[in-house]
């Protein structure tokens, strides 16, 4: 526990995506780190083309519960 407290970031930044790496005290595994998987990239303009299966003919209608704000 002491050694992983003190060496964390450099235990971190050696670790690669999926490796696990466990904490001890005592002789009693208290945690686990895993480094996650690389993140997967930003959503981009345009990336949902051709996903959209259906779409109602009156999605952008404006809703009768807003009517009152709307006059």
Do not use: H, W
Not at 12 to 27: H, K, S, T
Not at 29 to 36: D, N, W, Y
């Amino acid at each position: 526990m002491t050694e992983a407290t003190l060496g964390l970031p450099k235990l971190l930044a050696n670790l690669l995506p999926g490796e696990e790496v466990a904490i001890v005290q005592d002789g009693q595994r208290v945690a686990t780190i895993r480094k996650e998987d690389a993140a997967t990239p930003a959503c981009e303009a345009g990336s949902a083309k051709g996903k959209i299966l259906y779409m109602a003919d009156d999605f952008d209608a404006p809703l009768d519960d807003f009517a009152e704000y709307m006059e």
